[in-house]
């Protein structure tokens, strides 16, 4: 009798460690979905700024970029009220409404995350965010407006690109 209560015993302990490491690998693999969330959500929140200043620099005349992020969310220029944005949006990795600014001659043509945590993904990006490929961080996904095309630039104004580039 004495005997099988220690295979009893021996079998509890097994079972109690399978069911430590099946709690181990769930909480691993939510972890990993959270993150993934986060960073499609970190893309879509992303796109919206770019959006949102590309928007505010093509409603004025001249052509010109926010100074700050909160001009995004009521425009007074050309005698009118217009939001580009609802809201500054949470970075959803940081939790925080604060996020790194992207300057031309100080005006704001990007935003991207203020997060040092490397990314899960890696490739597979859409063309618009073709440069966060094997990025090295999440403050690397630069959420950039593109620059204004030619036929839309004003007279001896070269592109964003080329003067960041040139001086």
Do not use: C
Not at 46 to 70: H, Q
Request: aromatic content about 8%; hydrophobic content about 45%; charged content about 25%.
């Amino acid at each position: 009798m004495r005997r099988q209560s220690g295979f009893a015993y021996l079998f509890l302990l097994f079972l109690l460690a399978l069911m430590a490491v099946s709690a181990l690998a769930l909480a691993s693999i939510q972890h990993i979905d959270r993150v993934r969330s986060n960073e499609a959500e970190l893309l879509r929140i992303g796109d919206e700024f770019r959006r949102a200043i590309i928007r505010y620099r093509d409603a004025g005349m001249p052509r010109a970029y926010p100074r700050t992020l909160e001009e995004l969310l009521l425009d007074r220029r050309m005698g009118r009220n217009q939001r580009h944005l609802r809201k500054i949006y949470a970075d959803p990795l940081t939790g925080k409404a604060e996020w790194g600014l992207v300057l031309e001659q100080g005006a704001i043509v990007g935003v991207h995350s203020l997060s040092e945590r490397v990314p899960l993904k890696v490739s597979g990006f859409d063309p618009d965010d073709a440069d966060f490929e094997n990025a090295l961080r999440y403050a690397d996904w630069v959420f950039r407006a593109s620059p204004v095309p030619a036929e839309m630039r004003l007279p001896g104004r070269p592109p964003s690109s080329q003067r960041a580039a040139g001086g």
